[in-house]
T-cell receptor, first 115, second 115 residues
């Protein structure tokens, strides 16, 4: 099946700095690109998503950009705070090993915000 | 008021045993999923049901058998547990039938440890 590549695997920033996480995908027919935040021992929770007919979406300190031609999308967090520390997952709707379209997750980025 | 709930939260069992995990959602969603998150935090879809019908069945050993008695419930039964089954299993749900192209809401996870 197709996959989603996510970089970096770990990211450490100082409080107040910006953080950027990047993902690439392989299926040009993909249409839906969510980002999930998972705190230690907790469930993944949606923080923002974008669809293929939009190039950028913003929600307060969080923004996502999508480049369909290059097949990559990015998460931008500005003015980071210690509570932003978590693992972030990108995802895209891709064709799986069994030929079905399903949400496929990247391998995660562990973000550490240093106070 | 929990949207997606799972039981049990923790499951410690011996190799070779059979165990079940239950999931319920009160969001009125039509589609439910099972994901496996391994020790490296990689999140991978296993199954998906839409209105009690199996629509995604990824490359998962036959020892795993999902069952959906109604669209609000999705259970996972695992036979002959193996060490490699140790992981966190997440249930999720989404509103319509476009699996992979809609917001998914995750349950709290079931931490399975096979000894």
């Amino acid at each position: 099946g197709e996959n989603v590549e996510q970089h970096p695997s770990t990211l450490s920033v100082q409080e107040g700095d910006s953080a950027v996480i990047k993902c690439t995908y392989s299926d040009s027919a993909s249409n839906y690109f969510p980002w999930y935040k998972q705190e230690l021992g907790k469930r993944p929770q949606l923080i923002i998503d974008i669809r293929s007919n939009v190039g950028e979406k913003k929600d307060q300190r969080i923004a996502v950009t999508l480049n369909k031609t290059a097949k990559h999308f990015s998460l931008h967090i500005t003015e980071t705070q210690p509570e932003d520390s978590a693992v972030y997952f990108c995802a895209a709707d891709l064709i799986t090993d069994t030929g079905r379209r399903a949400l496929t997750f990247g391998s995660g980025t562990r973000l550490q915000v240093q106070p | 008021d929990t949207a997606v709930s799972q039981t049990p939260k923790y499951l410690v069992t011996q190799m070779g045993n059979d165990k079940s995990i239950k999931c319920e959602q009160n969001l009125g969603h039509d589609t439910m999923y099972w994901y496996k998150q391994d020790s490296k935090k990689f999140l991978k879809i296993m199954f998906s049901y839409n209105n009690k019908e199996l629509i995604i069945n990824e490359t998962v050993p036959n020892r795993f058998s999902p069952k959906s008695p109604d669209k609000a419930h999705l259970n996972l039964h695992i036979n002959s547990l193996e060490l490699g089954d140790s992981a966190v299993y997440f249930c999720a749900s989404s509103q319509g039938g476009l699996a992979g192209q809609e917001t998914q809401y995750f349950g709290p996870g079931t931490r399975l440890l096979v000894l």
